[in-house]
């Protein structure tokens, strides 16, 4: 979402549509990532748990919001592990 009108960002950002009931999530964030997205998913997940929704947080080292994507085609990739483990 683009602009500078704060109740569309608000409206577009799933922070303020969280309920319960709602499926698990893994959300995840990586050390190299954009400046703002490390809060953004601590905060989201804060928001999930706090509304009784089962939400796992992982942090991705020596990786970026890109790198992480791309990365996640090798088999000892941090990121496939852990949505493998959490699919299960």
Known sequence: MF?????????????FHVKSPAPPFLIS???????TLP???????????KAGVTAELLFIPRENHI???ISITREDDATARAI?????
């Open 3 to 15: 602009g500078r009108d704060k109740q569309r960002r608000r409206e577009a950002s799933p922070l």
């Open 29 to 35: 964030y990586c050390q190299w990532d954009y400046p």
């Open 39 to 49: 809060a953004q998913a601590r905060r989201f997940v804060a928001s999930l748990q």
């Open 67 to 69: 790198s992480e994507m």
């Open 84 to 88: 493998l483990r959490f699919i299960k």
